[in-house]
């Protein structure tokens, strides 16, 4: 049996960035297409647009909660509170395992926006090595 970690993983690893495949797999029951959520998430990968801010991995993990408990219009304020309260766990959770939520600093100063840090990003392996494991540990917390 696949798990949420998982799927993530693979469509990780077929291309898709850190967000897209954390929301597409964590996603349940948030009223949208599968096709939708992938799309809306593209621009969350490597920290938003290579900015290195806040994990691609996390910011998924981010939306797919929304998607599945934020506030809708018409929905209770307590919504937002709620989901507030997640997104916390998840990101406190996160850091927890691996010392930061800032994609720079997951990837050690690595700079995504130029063509050397693209570069030095591929030789040191930081798809495999790095970012499918928080890949994989923003999916699990999220669940």
């Known amino acids: 049996m696949s798990t949420t970690a998982d799927n993530?993983?693979?469509?990780f690893l077929q291309g898709y960035n850190c967000a897209q495949a954390v929301a597409h797999a964590c996603t349940r029951d948030g009223g949208v297409a599968p096709e939708f959520v992938?799309?809306?998430?593209t621009g969350f990968g490597?920290?938003?647009g290579r900015?290195?801010?806040v994990?691609?991995?996390v910011t998924g993990g981010i939306l797919a909660l929304s998607l599945r408990q934020g506030r809708a219009l018409g929905d209770d304020k307590a919504r937002t509170g709620e989901?507030?309260?997640a997104v916390r766990e998840?990101?406190?959770g996160f850091a927890a395992q691996h010392g930061s939520c800032r994609c720079c600093e997951l990837l050690d100063g690595c700079d995504l926006q130029t063509e050397a840090g693209q570069r030095e990003f591929q030789e040191k392996g930081y798809l495999r090595g790095r970012c499918l494991g928080y890949v994989r540990t923003a999916a699990e917390l999220v669940g």
Do not use: I, S
């Not at 992938?38 to 998430?41: M, N, W």
């Open 46 to 48: 490597a920290g938003m």
């Open 38 to 41: 992938v799309k809306l998430a």
């Open 55 to 57: 994990c691609g991995a």
């Open 83 to 85: 989901t507030y309260a």
């Open 8 to 11: 993530a993983e693979t469509l």
């Open 51 to 53: 900015k290195q801010e």
């Open 90 to 92: 998840l990101m406190n």
